[in-house]
């Protein structure tokens, strides 16, 4: 299961050329246009490229706006760039001007409604920027993609990343094609609502590790694991906010659990600090004075990409409002704060925990007032340990199927409260 926004975002023009230009995203680039079909899909109508031995730039020319993704590749060791097309009309492209960087390049129609450019690269080389321009006067709409020259070391390095990216999202892809919820509860309305919200996505890659593994791919992984599980004890019901590379404002994954009157919402992370010898995993709950230092540098983090917003209350006079929500915050956190002391306990003894593991900052994402809330950091990108438990399948399992009992005891705790009442 998947939860949508309910309106679409409007990001503008320069905004979005902006983006693209500050980050290269893996099989999910921005939108540049709405392409609901593969019939609105631009033709390529040119390309060309320009090497030196330092610096190429690819263009090509296109009937309007389109989507792009970008890939490095082995064997032989090359660049290829995807855009969504209905049709490339182009017979030959032309040789590559200059030599260098890039030896040359063929575009063709890789699959319907997607033209892959593919640059063979003479050296290692990286893409520095990449973005579309509309149509001017007599120029077409363009994609424009520059690369420099890199080192044999970095570029093996996004190689691997890149091959990591492509399998989650095919992982993603067979998961959402799969029913959602589990079949074996005779009574569905009695399973409680758990929302699982990989942090990041889309144009927000969160922290990176040295090897180039991205927090938006780390969290989507541990997430996806994490809803297989929780079905697969046919005693929840499980969404997430995003099932792919999606870009969602902290805003809307909070108004997705609100909306969806989730009983428990389970942000995931995997952040990076300056100290490389911080490790360890760690829950939080919402505290407008967050516990230390790190704890405000991981929360203001986080927070930046969105702005805040309010919550609308029901009519009446301003101090009767005030009050309602101050006591229902007031439950709701005391009810994150069980369920982030039964997550702790049961992954304790499964994996590494920071000290004081149970901590509250002022995380942006868990501002819901009638919705539990948590955020747990699964390790942190800037330590090297942690780096490569969180890239390790069977830590990942444990780690999966420890967060998942301390839900189940969280839940069963709950219950039990209610019937003594």
């Known amino acids: 299961m998947i939860f949508s926004p309910a309106a679409p975002r409007d990001t503008s023009a320069a905004v979005r050329v902006l983006f693209a230009a500050l980050m290269v995203l893996l099989f999910g680039a921005p939108a540049m246009a709405q392409l609901d079909t593969i ?58 001007a200059g030599t260098g960087l890039i030896s040359s390049f063929s575009i063709t129609m890789a699959e319907k ?40 070391e970095n570029f093996a390095a996004r190689v691997a990343a890149d091959a990591m990216a492509a399998r ?11 029913p959602a919820l ?22 927000d890659n969160g922290a990176s590790a040295p090897n180039g593994v991205r927090e938006k791919a780390i969290t989507l992984a541990f997430a996806l694991d994490l809803q297989r599980v929780l079905i697969d004890t046919g005693h929840f019901d499980v969404a997430l906010t995003r099932e792919d590379d999606t870009y969602l404002t902290l805003n ?12 428990l919402f389970i942000s995931l992370h995997a952040d990076s600090f300056q100290e490389e010898e911080i490790r360890g995993a760690s829950v939080y709950t919402r505290d407008e004075k967050a516990t ?3 704890d405000k540098v991981l929360a203001e983090g986080e927070n ?14 301003p101090e009767v409002s005030s009050i309602l929500l101050d006591l229902m915050r007031r439950e709701m956190r005391k009810s994150s704060f069980l369920a982030a002391q039964a997550i702790v306990k049961r992954l304790g003894p499964a994996v590494r925990l920071r000290r004081f593991p149970v901590r509250q900052a002022d995380f942006f994402v868990l501002q819901a007032p009638d919705v539990p809330s948590v955020l747990i950091e699964l390790g942190f990108l800037s330590n090297a340990s942690d780096i490569a438990n969180l890239q390790r399948s069977d830590w990942r399992e444990k780690a999966v199927s420890a967060l998942a ?9 709950a219950r039990q409260t209610a019937a003594a009442e």
């Open 292 to 294: 230390d230092i790190l």
């Open 39 to 96: 019939e609105d899909y631009p033709d390529v109508i040119d390309a060309r490229v320009t090497s030196t031995p330092d610096r190429a730039r690819l263009v090509i020319d296109l009937s309007g706006p389109t989507e792009f993704a970008i890939v490095s590749l082995r064997e032989p060791d090359r660049i290829a760039v995807d855009v969504k097309a209905w049709q490339v009309n182009i017979s030959v492209p032309a040789d590559v």
């Open 405 to 413: 009992e301390g839900i189940s005891d969280y839940f069963d705790a």
């Open 182 to 203: 589990a079949t074996g509860n005779s009574d569905p309305g009695t399973r409680p609502l758990v929302v699982i919200d990989p942090g990041h996505g889309g144009i």
């Open 113 to 152: 409604g997607r033209a892959r450019t593919e640059l063979k690269l003479g050296k290692p080389g990286q893409v520095q920027q990449a973005y579309v321009l509309d149509a001017v006067d007599d120029q077409p709409a363009r994609l424009v993609v520059d690369m420099i020259g890199d080192t044999e």
């Open 252 to 263: 809307e994954r909070v108004a997705l659990a609100r909306q969806n009157k989730a009983d």
């Open 168 to 178: 989650q999202r095919a992982e993603a892809e067979a998961a959402a094609s799969k």
């Open 304 to 317: 930046k990409f969105d702005m805040v917003a309010g919550f609308a209350l029901p009519n009446g006079p």
